[in-house]
């Protein structure tokens, strides 16, 4: 029979789970590598507007974050390695062989431009082994491919294949540009030719919803945006994977009181839950990532932190209701209102555009968030809009 907690005590396991309340856990390169390893995977997003959505979400974890750290995990220590689990992710390098599976998808000859692929490949090939690691805008022009969301160049499209194939891999990153290599000058041999884990079905979908409910912290089952990319994952699925976990062990349930949804977190992080229970943690105020796994599942987080948060993005300019990259900003146990901030690399200046509060909040707190997020995108100032936009002075 499942245990029943608090509201309270279920939003400070989540935050702590998190990395979010509390004092910082992780700390530079290292903190990074740990964070990614404890959530599985850091979602990717190129967007840069003050910042892209992995570094601040590390910037949130790790106490002296720099996009150095980052950049040594992936490209130098290769602790970790860019691939896909939750669309494009950051994820453990040992995790690699987990996903043999999507790499064996993308093979297929019922992949998009396959023919095409197939015959510039082996021209990709014997560029890299000359030049050694490039990015496709270097490749002599290879035509034209129909890709996933227009038409691009071939070189583009073909590097991109031998990617998600496993091929090739991410050397490094020239802002948002991918400069590939060969999976071997990248990766260990043994982590490239080690087995799938999980060569079943079932047991593949249980291991990606493990994964998941460790992400978020409590996730319940529920459709869900937490569950993107699970293959398969039907109503009758999710109910499976669900009681595989819990027959085995790897997944507990909660009850949380005022809600009828049963939530579930790995068993791992029992002992974290009862911690939870009996402790006060050391308030902070961290801003979000829009794309952070703790928001990954919107309609959880209205239901149990009582803030709803769309990100507008996607939305047209004369719809969106607050702005186009905005925030959530955490303070304690709370979100406590939304911020937008835009970098303005020739001002050297973080611009606060607008701040809409939700909530009672400490301004000098929110400040250091402020300051910490310019630090971090390498400028030299903030700037704040006119008092009536509420924000700190």
Known sequence: ????????????????RQGLVGAYRYHGTDGVIDFTRAAGCVQYDP?????RS????????????????????LYERRALVDYFDKNL???????????????????????????????LAPRVRAFLREHGPACSEDLPDLGQADWYWSRTSGARATMEMLYFRGELCVHHKDGTRRCFDFAENCLPQEILSAPDPYPEDDDH????????????????????????????????????AYQQLLQQGKILPVKVEGLKDIFY??????????????TEYAPRTELIAPLDSFLWDRKQIEALFGFSYTWEIYTPAEKRKYG?????????????????????KKAQELQVRTFWPEEKY????????????????????????????????
Request: with cysteine.
């Open 1 to 16: 029979m499942e245990r029943t907690i608090t509201l309270a005590q279920a939003r400070r396991f989540i935050l702590r």
């Open 47 to 51: 967007v840069d507007v003050c910042g």
């Open 54 to 73: 992995p570094e601040i979400t590390y910037l949130s974890r790790v106490s002296d974050y720099c996009p150095a750290h980052m950049h040594e995990a």
């Open 89 to 119: 992710c950051i994820l453990p390098s040992a995790d690699y062989p987990c996903f043999a599976r999507t790499r064996a998808y993308h093979a297929s000859s019922e992949r998009r431009s396959y023919e095409i692929v197939e015959a």
């Open 205 to 240: 979908r249980a291991y990606l919803l493990q994964r998941r409910i460790g992400a978020v912290g409590l996730l319940w089952n529920r459709r869900s945006d937490a569950h993107l990319c699970i293959p398969d994952f039907t109503a009758k699925n999710r109910e499976k």
């Open 265 to 278: 977190l790995q068993s791992a992080d029992a002992e974290l839950l009862e911690e939870s229970l009996h």
């Open 324 to 344: 186009y990259y905005v925030l959530p900003v955490l303070q304690g146990e709370k979100l406590i209102g939304r911020i937008e901030c835009v970098r303005d």
């Open 362 to 393: 400490d301004r000098a707190a929110l400040r250091e968030a402020l300051e910490r997020l310019m630090r971090m995108n390498g400028m030299k100032k903030l700037r704040f809009p006119r008092k009536e936009n509420h924000i700190v002075p």
